[in-house]
């Protein structure tokens, strides 16, 4: 997620604090809150954060362990749809346009072992970013190097738009892990994600027209495809997603298409694969492995 943190208040987490207890009082303490509770975002734009729901010290524990949350009711799913994910905020988002830092749990990045996302943005931060510049497998504009399950869907999906009288450009497909890392490092005062739907080749980054969103020509035509592909369905009933709303977001260019098999739908999902991939001689995995043969994970 493009993010800037200017204008935005710096005592995220001591509000989160206080918000998490009085939560906790009104719920009457324990477990009580289901995933609703911590969906989408409220009328200004604000994640609905998991600060009414109470957690373990083994949960958090495992959570920390696993995925490197400090604070797990920074914690929250994208949206209220079946493939909204749950994401992880170092910082807690406190206007529409305050974007912060959000991580895709259980995602692959250049998080290492024990880690937390706190440490790795402050790590991405100090490093010269010439140093993630050497993966053998950066990146690539090529639809051949999506996940082969969605190659043709996504080509079938570009056609069928231009048959509509979009002018398109594919400007990125995958992206790994040091590509997403590079660009937060080079950030300029800016941040972005470490984690993507382009390192398990599921996303695209889409230019319309000439590119230039400052033309309003340009701005509407964009807009429009943005609403026309949210409406468009494959074959087989699949669909794609943006960020944002079609005339509001901090990234145009992504389309992505959703897999239940990536990404977490709910806190216990996570908490639950958590206890198996730390598990003494496990051979579950933490994060969500790519269906990507020609890509390592770097």
Known sequence: MLSSVSGCSRDGAKKVGSLAARATEQHGGGDTADASSYEGTNIRGIPHYAVARSFTTADSALLRRAYGIEDPHHLYVSDSTEEGLLKYDTQVKRCRTCYVNSYRVGFRSVRRPAESWDQVERRVKATPAQEFAHAVHQSSVSTADLDPEVR???????????????????????????????????????????????????????????????????????????????????????????????????????????TERVGFRTIEEAVARAQACLAPRSSTPCDFVPNLPAYPMN
Do not use: C, N
Not at 185 to 208: C, E, N, P, Q
Not at 212 to 219: A, D, I, L, N, V
């Open 152 to 258: 043709p869907l996504a080509e079938k999906m570009l056609s069928d738009a231009r048959a509509a009288g979009f002018t398109l450009k594919v400007t990125a497909t995958y992206r790994s892990p040091m590509r997403e890392a590079l660009l937060m490092s080079k950030g300029g005062g800016r941040t972005h994600t470490l984690t993507s739907m382009h390192s398990y080749g599921r996303a695209l980054d889409i230019v319309v027209d000439d590119g230039k969103q400052s033309r309003p020509r340009t701005h509407a035509d964009w807009v429009a495809f943005r609403r026309w592909v949210t409406h468009y369905r494959t074959a087989t009933g699949e669909y794609f997603r943006i960020l944002g709303k079609p005339d509001f977001t901090w990234d145009i260019r992504h389309v992505e298409l959703p």
